[in-house]
């Protein structure tokens, strides 16, 4: 079958649902994928034909029904870095990829940092810090096993080196943290988005990815970040900085509650679309 003429079954089984960029764009991954013509080539001779008609309309049945194309994949790319993903992890986000510069301007590159991510999913975070600062010693904590299959699949795909720890953030400062370490960088980009925000969510991803790693209870949406800042004051050196992904709606609170907790040089920055997305502090003492 031409791969034009299935570029144009894409479309008229998903205009409905997506935009006519959008169907395009997964269209074009698919063909790379599985038959390893660019959108280039196909302009440049439109008959060609596909040597995987099956697998193509595979994945567009499931594109119907809203799956991620991440998923029907199994892989995408985040910070330049290929990363494997499934139904036990979050699909790493643009905006997250803004969180990790901002980790890696404000690091050392030559020094021997300890660098803690907390509820890493994917692993992304830990993966392309590690990545990108070969002396620094990286750790990432999930409380889902599922997702640190993952994440420890995607550490040794990019070749590098993490370790993984299994554990509730929400318990850590009862019981102990598996390593006792302290350490100069925690990131984190724990579940933000209250339960009243979902209306707001697209369908494919209320219905695919993980709950775990998405909602909070709208009467308390800084669970995770209190127990994390708690976290972070017990277990920073001193001059340790936190680097958060917060929800764009709670950027005032995330200010007040790293005051409280003696956080210094606080800066609340916006995204790619102006939005309030991420927060970082200082503990100097």
């Known amino acids: 079958m031409k791969l034009k003429d299935i570029q144009n ?3 008229q089984a998903l205009d409905a649902l997506y935009q006519s960029e959008e169907v395009d764009s997964f269209f074009y991954i698919l063909i790379e994928t599985y038959d390893k013509v660019t959108r280039l080539q196909l ?23 809203q799956k991620p194309i991440q ?7 985040f910070y330049g870095l290929p990363f ?3 139904e036990a992890t979050l699909i790493p986000r643009p905006e997250t990829e803004e969180l990790v510069s901002w980790v890696l301007r404000y690091a050392p590159e030559n020094e021997s940092l300890n660098i803690l991510d907390i509820g890493t999913g994917s692993g992304c975070i830990a993966v392309s810090i590690a990545k990108h600062l070969p002396n620094a010693k990286v750790f990432a904590l999930d409380i889902s096993a599922e997702a640190l299959k993952m994440a420890k699949q995607n550490a040794e795909l990019n070749s590098v080196d993490v370790t993984f720890i299994n554990q509730d953030i929400l318990s850590v400062n009862d019981s102990g943290l598996a390593i006792a370490l302290k350490f100069d960088i925690v990131v984190s980009n724990p579940p933000y988005v209250r339960n009243l925000e979902k209306e707001l969510m697209q369908a494919n991803v209320l219905e695919n990815e993980p709950h775990l790693a998405l909602f909070v209870e709208d009467e ?6 209190k127990a994390i800042t708690e976290f972070a004051v017990k277990n920073l050196n001193k001059n340790g900085a936190l680097f958060f992904e917060i929800n764009e709606y709670l950027g005032n609170e995330m200010i007040q509650l790293l005051k409280r907790n003696q956080f210094e040089d606080i800066h609340l920055k916006q995204d790619m679309f102006r939005k309030d997305r991420m927060i970082s502090g200082v503990l100097e003492n």
């Open 9 to 11: 079954t894409f479309h």
């Open 43 to 65: 302009a440049m001779d439109l008959d060609l034909e596909t040597q995987n008609e099956v697998l193509i309309l595979e994945a567009l049945e499931l594109l119907k029904q």
């Open 71 to 77: 998923y029907i994949l199994g892989e995408t790319e």
């Open 84 to 86: 494997k993903v499934n």
């Open 220 to 225: 308390n949406p800084l669970k995770f970040y």
